[in-house]
């Protein structure tokens, strides 16, 4: 009879001390380890929609779509695909909100019937162009950005009037009610090419 190595034995006695190293799935939840790279999630509150995830992921497991809700409010919905995910961790670690904005974390069981159960989404409020209704920026974005550069923010009539009106300051109907294209059209939420446009127009 082959008689076992030291290694073994001493593997049998640490088994029967601890335990196995084994979790009976599924009858028990098997706890992945903290460093486990596991499904990315979204968070909502501290995702600004600036699309950077999207741009590095390399399987284009990261989307969105640009829509008017029901309600008549611009929203980005953000979407992980979860079944095109293949965990590398990207996403996060080039996330602009201070890696937060979408996190790896250790939820492994990701098994599912139905297609649809694959995807995550969130959704962000979207600023659209006053004068060509195109998406500019999210309103969380915007305001990271007037944040990071401070009072020249003031330089740009879109940042400080998207901040002016996310602290409620100024009512959207006085500036929305200006609809001729001359230089009027300079104090409003534009997107560069509309702020190319009334910038460059002679009309008054
Ligand atoms: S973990 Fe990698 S593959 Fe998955 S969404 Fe992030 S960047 Fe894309
Ligand atoms: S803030 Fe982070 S999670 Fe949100 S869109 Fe930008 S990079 Fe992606």
Redesign the pocket.
Known sequence: MRLPKVRELIEAIKALIKGPYTSKFPKEAHVAHPNFRGQPK??SD?????????EVCPVNA?GHEDIVDDKNNPRRV?IHYTDTCIFCGQ?EA????DH???KLSNDWELSFFDRKAALETIEKELVLCEACSQPIACRD?LNWISAKIGELTYASPTLFLARLKSLGIIDENIISGVKDQGRSDRVKILCARCRRATTLTTKE
Request: charged content about 10%; hydrophobic content about 40%.
């Open positions: 979204f968070n501290k995702c600004l929609g600036c699309l950077a995830c999207e990261i953000m996403c080039a996330c602009i909100s937060q904005g979408i974005h």
